[in-house]
């Protein structure tokens, strides 16, 4: 997993919707690995992340660095990444190298927490704090990283977006 991959996680996590073990599987879809060990004792953990992460991404939004630097250097204090250099999973001779941001033995807890305190930092470090955002749309909230040339996201997804676009259609055609 790279940097990149990191900021994924926190901003997925930071998205999750906590109902319950399977909402968070749901989330770390993408990383097996963690979602299949993942238990009940996990979310309580892992809700105090999401927490920290949406307050530091809020942060960003509002453009107050101070709280910025505070949240995300609060969940590096709280979750530090161990990295590990690992070799595995790649053809049979051939390392797939990566790095693991805890030991091979940490529960998923520890591992996802300080993959996605990591991914907000670096994610910081790459884009600084003005590609951040909220979607637009009513009734979705959530964050997204904007790394479109012209900086003018405005909805987290396409789906959204033409959603509040066919919308204002409508009411202009009826008006």
């Not at 993408?30 to 892992?46: S, Y």
């Not at 101070?66 to 790649?90: C, I, K």
């Not at 600084?128 to 900086?151: P, V």
């Amino acid at each position: 997993m790279d940097n990149a991959d990191y900021t994924e996680v926190a901003l997925r996590l930071a998205n999750a919707d906590f109902g319950g073990l399977d909402d968070l599987r749901a989330a770390l879809h993408d990383e097996p690995w963690w979602a299949d060990r993942l238990h009940e004792r996990d979310l309580d953990v892992l809700r105090e992340v999401a927490a920290g992460l949406r307050r530091a991404l809020d942060a960003m939004i509002r453009g107050d660095h101070d709280a910025v630097l505070a949240e995300t250097n609060r969940l590096l204090e709280t979750h530090p990444p161990r990295p590990r250099l690992s070799g595995h999973g790649g053809a049979p001779g051939v390392p797939n190298w990566h790095v693991h941001v805890a030991g091979p033995d940490a529960p998923p807890a520890t591992e996802v927490a300080a993959a996605a305190a990591w991914g907000l930092a670096q994610g910081v470090v790459a884009h600084g704090t003005r590609r951040w955002g909220r979607c637009g749309a009513d009734g979705c909230g959530t964050y997204f990283l904007d790394t479109s040339t012209n900086q003018a996201k405005r909805y987290c997804s396409a789906r959204c977006a033409n959603r509040v676009h066919v919308a204002a259609f409508r009411a202009r055609r009826r008006a």
